[in-house]
């Protein structure tokens, strides 16, 4: 085993609270644990998916008051009609809209992507999701 490193993470109080009970529910022995499985996950996905050909899918949450938002998130997938296959727009309350923008191409584009809405203030929540039909490297 290689060497332990501890380190500091400050979390808002809500988003740990939500992490512990995750934590629970997936029956990690400790924060640690937990903390080094989303990083291994995240690594792994990162690798694989490198520099191939892939489907995506970019999902974030908005507030719609806040008009300007609105339309520099079209103008943002305007810039990437090419890769985009389809866009689905959800009300998702009085306040807050989803969209779930569908994307093939390559993965660089479909992450900047989704950096580019993720970075954008007034975005709460954005998420990618890459695929590929490439066989997974085999497990061992
Ligand atoms: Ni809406």
Known sequence: MSELIRFGVSLEKELLTRFDRHIRRER????????ED????????????????????????????KRDLVSHL???????????????????????????????GSSKKIKKLSEMIRSHK??????????TTSRQPAED
Request: proline share 1%; charged share 20%; glycine share 6%.
């Open 74 to 104: 079209t103008d943002i997938q305007h810039g990437f009609h090419a890769l985009i296959v389809s866009s689905q727009h959800i009300h998702l309350d009085h306040d807050n809209c989803m969209e779930i923008v569908t994307a093939r």
């Open 122 to 131: 007034g975005v709460k929540d954005c998420h990618v999701t890459l695929t």
């Open 28 to 35: 990690y022995p400790s924060r640690s644990e937990a903390i």
């Open 38 to 65: 989303l990083i291994r996950k995240e690594l792994i996905q990162k690798d694989w998916i490198e520099g191939k050909d892939v489907a995506g899918v970019v999902s974030f949450v908005f507030n719609h008051h």
